[in-house]
């Protein structure tokens, strides 16, 4: 088992940049796969980035492409999420979250990622 904790989340303005993070429990966290996710009240979670076991492959949401980096330090069991130029559309509950399968996909469905962190509140003002 692996337990997150994200953190990084707060109020910026529209144009501006956050990096979050999400710290792993136990020695194993490089044999996960992560991802970010995020919310909106009302809304399904939606995927926004995934990132390989070794990080040398990652996946993104168009929305945020040429905006967000997911990247990771398997050394201190972190995954990070770079934010620039944030919308205001970006505003939600970002959660952190770990696959255990040992498929090489990269995948984009909540369902088929096991591991959740508490999320972190992300908001973007116009």
């Known amino acids: 088992q692996v337990q997150l904790v994200e953190s990084g989340g707060g109020l910026v303005q529209a144009g501006g940049s956050l990096r979050l993070s999400c710290a792993a429990s136990g020695r194993t966290f490089s044999t996960y796969k992560m991802a970010w996710f995020r919310q909106v009240p009302g809304k399904e979670q939606e995927f926004v980035a995934a990132i390989s076991r070794s990080g040398g492959r990652t996946k993104s949401q168009d929305s945020v492409k040429d905006r967000f980096t997911i990247s990771r330090d398997n050394v201190r069991n972190t995954v990070y999420l770079q934010m620039n130029s944030l919308k205001p559309e970006d505003t939600a509950v970002y959660y952190c979250?770990?696959?255990?399968?040992?498929?090489?996909?990269?995948?984009?469905?909540?369902?088929?990622?096991?591991?959740w962190g508490q999320g972190t509140q992300v908001t973007v003002s116009s």
């Open positions: 979250a770990a696959d255990a399968s040992p498929l090489v996909l990269l995948r984009t469905k909540r369902s088929e990622y096991e591991y």
